[in-house]
C-alpha cells in the first residue's frame, strides 16, 4: 500500500511559476512509475506527465511540454512538479499517482494508476 500526498498549490498570476510536490509512504518508491494528472472543473482528468520509476524517462502532455518539468527522488521518496509560465488554463486540481511496474498499459490512462494523492489545488489568474 502506497500513500501519495501533495503539496505546494496555490493561486498564482500567468506567467509564474510553481512547483509541486508528492510525497510517498509505504511500499517500494522505486517499484512505481509515477504520473500527473489534473482535473479542471466539469472537464476529464487529464494527463500532465510522467516519469518512469529511475527517473530515466519522462514524457509530457502536448499543453505543458516544454513548461513543466518532472522530476523525482527515490531516497526521499517524492516526485515533483515544476510548472513554469503558467496559464490560466493550467488552472485545476493537480494529482500525483503511482503505477506498479510491469502493470501494463499505456502511462496516459489514469485508470491504470495504482494509487492516487488527494490532490492539490492550482488556480492561475490573467
Known amino acids: 500500500q502506497v500513500q501519495l500526498v501533495e503539496s505546494g498549490g496555490g493561486l498564482v498570476q500567468a506567467g509564474d511559476s510553481l512547483r509541486l510536490s508528492c510525497a510517498a509512504s509505504g511500499g517500494t518508491f522505486s517499484a512505481y512509475l509515477m504520473g500527473w494528472f489534473r482535473q479542471a472543473p466539469e472537464k476529464e482528468r487529464e494527463f500532465v506527465g510522467y516519469?518512469?520509476?529511475?527517473?530515466?524517462?519522462?514524457v509530457y502532455s502536448g499543453s505543458v511540454k516544454g513548461r513543466f518539468t518532472i522530476s523525482r527522488d527515490n531516497a526521499k521518496r517524492t516526485v515533483d512538479l515544476q510548472m513554469n509560465s503558467l496559464k490560466p488554463e493550467d488552472t485545476a486540481i493537480y494529482y500525483c499517482?503511482?503505477?506498479?511496474?510491469?502493470?501494463?498499459?499505456?502511462?496516459?490512462?489514469?485508470?491504470?494508476?495504482?494509487?492516487w494523492g488527494q490532490g492539490t489545488q492550482v488556480t492561475v489568474s490573467s
Open positions: 516519469i518512469s520509476s529511475s527517473g530515466g524517462n519522462r
Open positions: 499517482a503511482a503505477k506498479a511496474l510491469g502493470r501494463g498499459g499505456v502511462y496516459y490512462d489514469s485508470s491504470l494508476y495504482d494509487y
